[in-house]
């Protein structure tokens, strides 16, 4: 079936630093991807999205990478804020519109 | 950018009783709205699709007469959780496509916190 999966559930980094946060997923025909960021008792919010027919994608500090070969895309986030402390979660975009959503990373940022 | 509101975005109700969660697209038409549930710790799982002027499409595992979900207008779905049990406590969230959008965004409320006592 149709999965989307995250590598690990949690990361710490000291403020400053860069944060890679990475998904897998399982469907090859899948052509969009979008992170979100949650915050705690609030809902997802769209951070950067990127199609198939693409690599890379950058925004504002923050980068979304796709390798289609081994179904794995990851999310970069340059200079990592106390205000990024939040749950990430990558979401697969499919029929319809509805999206398929990963099991989220929690990511603690220390000052 | 595209605002997305729910209401309440806290409630409280006792056993057996019915809950009705509002959707709203504010500044935008929507012809399709998703509902999600999302327990502690978990990610969001999709409960159905809402579709103006027609029939919800529900998940599987998801019991159409228990979550019932009016499209009436291209502002507004709403879900009723009727006869909520304790078990139905979660955090409750829609989101919204533009209409006339294909494979974009959707845009996601605030969501609601439901707890059944």
Known sequence: GESVGLHLP????????????????????????????QES????????????NMDKRQ????????????????????????????VYFCAEKGDAGKSTFGDGTTLTVKP | ???????????????????????????????????YRQFPKQSLMLMATSNEGSKATYEQGVEKDKFLINHASLTLSTLTVTSAHPEDSSFYICSAKKAGSWNTEAFFGQGTRLTVV
């Open chain 1, 41 to 52: 008792g609030k809902g997802p919010q769209f951070i950067i999205d990127i199609r198939s």
């Open chain 1, 59 to 86: 925004g504002q500090r923050v980068t979304v990478l796709l390798n289609k070969t081994v179904k794995h895309l990851s999310l970069q986030i340059a200079a990592t804020q106390p205000g990024d402390s939040a």
């Open chain 1, 10 to 37: 949690t990361l710490s980094v000291q403020e400053g630093d860069n944060s890679i946060i990475n998904c897998a997923y399982s469907n090859s025909a899948s052509d969009y991807f979008i992170w979100y960021k």
């Open chain 2, 1 to 35: 950018g595209a605002v997305v509101s729910q209401h309440p975005s806290r409630v409280i109700c006792k056993s057996g009783t019915s809950v009705k969660i509002e959707c709203r697209s504010l500044d935008f038409q929507a012809t399709t709205m998703f509902w």
